[in-house]
């Protein structure tokens, strides 16, 4: 069946400092989601993208599908503390939606 | 606030007993779904109903059943359980039926077994 991987697994970064995650799929998808899931709180939609290589960004979150739509990154500028949480990417496969493996980000202030 | 609502918040109970989650969908969203979140892991998706029948089934467990009733409100029977069902189970709902639709989680049931 398909598998969708997320690297790193855990990110800790300085605050101020870039962070990215990268969500690969073992199959092509029409579309991948993004979903942000805070410490003790339940996942949050953020964004799809449908596009082969599609950007699409969110104030200071930049979200890439790639040219092969097996492929998908989330970078963030500039963390915040306001930013920490697990990011899981999700996509579509036999009429249900895949998750990542998710990348845990924790700031340092 | 997502607009999806799930009692019980939290559950405790024993090895064997049995368990029932419930899930309210936003307003206007037809499709429900059950996830498994045991800790410091990933979303497993379990069963999905889409406007009262069953749409799509991950790996759920034979002890594990749901429904969609036709106000469209969910509910995950859990039945002989084990330690190891313990875990955070998360509902969603969106309003089409296919995967390409955007979920809305809701804030999930944290069931322990002692």
């Known amino acids: 069946g398909q598998q969708v991987m997320q690297i790193p697994q855990y990110q800790h970064v300085q605050e101020g400092e870039d962070f990215t995650t990268y969500c690969n799929s073992s199959?092509?998808?029409?579309?991948i989601q993004w979903y942000k899931q805070r410490p003790g709180g339940h996942p949050v939609f953020l964004i799809q993208?449908?596009?082969?290589?599609e950007v699409k960004k969110q104030k200071r979150l930049t979200f890439q599908f790639g040219e092969a739509k097996k492929n998908s990154s989330l970078h963030i500028t500039a963390t915040q503390t306001t930013d920490v949480g697990t990011y899981f990417c999700?996509?579509?496969?036999?009429?249900?939606?895949?998750f990542g493996t998710g990348t845990r980000l924790t700031i340092i202030p | 606030d997502s607009g999806v609502t799930q009692t019980p918040k939290h559950l405790i109970t024993a090895t064997g007993q049995r368990v029932t989650l419930r899930c309210s969908p936003r307003?206007?969203?037809?499709?429900v779904y059950w996830y498994q979140q045991s800790l410091d892991q990933g979303l497993q998706f379990l069963i999905q109903?889409?406007?009262?029948?069953?749409?799509a089934k991950g790996n759920i467990l034979e002890r594990f059943s749901a429904q969609q009733f036709p106000d469209l409100h969910s509910e995950l029977n859990l039945s002989s359980l084990e330690l190891g069902d313990s875990a955070l189970y998360f509902c969603?709902?969106?309003?089409?039926?296919?995967?390409?639709?955007?979920?809305?989680f809701g804030p999930g049931t944290r069931l322990t077994v002692t």
């Open positions: 993208l449908v596009k082969s290589g």
């Open positions: 969603a709902s969106s309003r089409g039926g296919e995967s390409s639709y955007e979920q809305y």
């Open positions: 109903y889409y406007n009262g029948e069953e749409r």
């Open positions: 307003s206007g969203d037809l499709s």
């Open positions: 999700a996509g579509p496969s036999n009429e249900k939606l895949t």
């Open positions: 199959t092509t998808l029409s579309n």
